[in-house]
């Protein structure tokens, strides 16, 4: 049976800041902030707790390979800025230069994505309507710390949060994200599973994208 989960709290704390949006955006483009500050703010949480550690590391030699970084942090990603959503709050008339040098800290990996997200503009449009403060303010009081939000609950949040923002869109707008292919061929390919291409055997998956199974 699959289990229940809750995550009312977090995902209405989620909509009462896209709510803030209102004016400057209309609520169908509220996704181009609210989705890329998710994943920031869970980077984030992640990897408070080795922050210090990298940033230690780095601050001793700026040409240090990204796989020793990596082990500081204790993930495949890190970040190697001396700010993080609280100390942006610190100087709020630099806040938009000082949030974008903040993403630039992060390693290559994740930057990619944020880089696919154009959230820069976001940024720049969210100052110039003065909205970044709060926004900035309310994401960095949100707890996605994954030792209290497992990945499968934040997993069941994210997808909850794309469903509300994706509820007035077209058809073609929804989409099998290439990261959700790639992990789909890496447990496929995982050891231990050879069996799962077994003859004759069929092998059900959920696909949490369309809310669908689909039997291969």
Not at 125 to 148: A, C, H, Q, W, Y
């Amino acid at each position: 049976m699959e289990e229940t989960m809750n995550i009312s709290k977090e995902v209405s704390m989620v909509w009462s800041i896209a709510n803030k949006l209102r004016g400057a955006y209309k609520s169908d483009k509220y996704k181009d902030v609210i989705i890329p500050m998710v994943i920031i703010r869970r980077f984030e949480c992640a990897l408070a707790k080795t922050k210090a550690a990298v940033l230690e590391e780095y601050e001793k030699d700026k040409t240090i390979p990204a796989k020793i970084l990596c082990q500081k942090s204790g993930y495949s990603f890190y970040n190697t800025s001396k700010f993080d959503l609280k100390e942006l709050l610190n100087d709020s008339e630099h806040i938009a230069a000082n949030f974008k040098s903040y993403i630039k800290g992060f390693s290559a990996n994740v930057q990619e994505i944020i880089d696919n997200l154009s959230f820069n503009s976001e940024i720049d449009k969210m100052d110039k309507n003065n909205r970044l403060l709060g926004v900035i303010k309310d994401f960095s009081n949100l707890d996605l710390n994954p030792e209290t939000i497992s990945n499968h609950k934040m997993g069941y949040i994210f997808e909850d949060i794309i469903r509300r923002f994706s509820e007035n869109a077209e058809a073609g707008d929804h989409f099998t994200p290439r990261e959700v292919i790639k992990l789909m061929v890496d447990i496929l390919l995982s050891e231990g599973s050879d069996d799962l291409m077994a003859a004759g055997k069929t092998v059900t998956i959920l696909d949490a994208a369309c809310g669908t199974r689909r039997d291969a």
